[in-house]
């Protein structure tokens, strides 16, 4: 069975550049999750999906995150503009039971 | 309140037992969860422990859980060089996002 995809795998822009990720998760998986991770914390929920609608975006900073999976499988994550404190690890995680996350390697932002 | 706590480093010696332990605050976490992180990659899924259990053996890992005391330790027995990574404790609190600790670094010597 294939594992959860992200891409790109490393990015580096400059501040108030935009920016998006993507992922594919586990086939089958209704719900999907965008995890932060900061050097040297542990990852924190940015949105949830169930299917293609928000269960959870109460950490998200809307004011420049936004992210969407419009048929319920993939996903994309857009950061507009990026600041300094951006920087950090995207990983996506994605299941069918909600007791098993899985994860992806993550993409690895950096904003200069 | 949603927090989880764990000591960020521990070293052993190949062949000894590592035990890594974390404190939990929400007592409505339906399951609690160990993840490894290996440099530059995603998050493995260890194991995890129903809530309402006391221990769960899983090959050369264990898990405790001490709910009165909100107090989680994974024991990897015969631990190898292979096994250095990054451990990350977490709670779901309401039966969808992880919450996790900060991660403890596990260093495994020859």
């Known amino acids: 069975e294939a594992g959860v995809a992200q891409s790109p795998r490393y990015k580096i822009i400059e501040k108030r550049q935009s920016v998006a990720f993507w992922c594919n998760p586990i086939s089958g998986h209704a719900t999907l999750y965008w995890y932060q991770q900061i050097l040297g914390q542990g990852p924190k929920l940015l949105i949830q999906f169930q299917n293609n609608g928000v269960v959870d975006d109460s950490q998200l900073p809307k004011d420049r995150f936004s992210a969407e999976r419009l048929k319920g499988v993939d996903s994309t994550l857009k950061i507009q503009p990026a600041k300094l404190e951006d920087s950090a690890v995207y990983l996506c995680?994605?299941?069918?039971?909600?007791?098993?996350?899985?994860f992806g390697p993550g993409t690895r932002l950096t904003v200069l | 309140g949603e927090d989880v706590e764990q000591s960020l480093f521990l070293s052993v010696r190949e062949g000894d037992s590592s035990v890594i332990n974390c404190t939990y605050t929400d007592s409505s976490s339906t399951y609690l969860y160990w993840y490894k992180q290996e440099p530059g990659a995603g998050l493995q899924l260890l194991t995890y422990i129903f809530s309402n259990m006391d221990m769960k053996q899983d090959q050369r890992l264990t898990v405790l859980l001490n709910k009165k005391d909100k107090h989680l330790s994974l024991r990897i027995a015969d631990t190898q060089t292979g096994d250095s990574a990054i451990y990350f404790c977490a709670e779901n609190p309401q039966g969808g996002k992880l919450i996790f600790g900060q991660g403890t670094e596990l260093s495994v010597k020859p």
């Open positions: 995680a994605s299941s069918f039971y909600a007791a098993e996350q899985f």
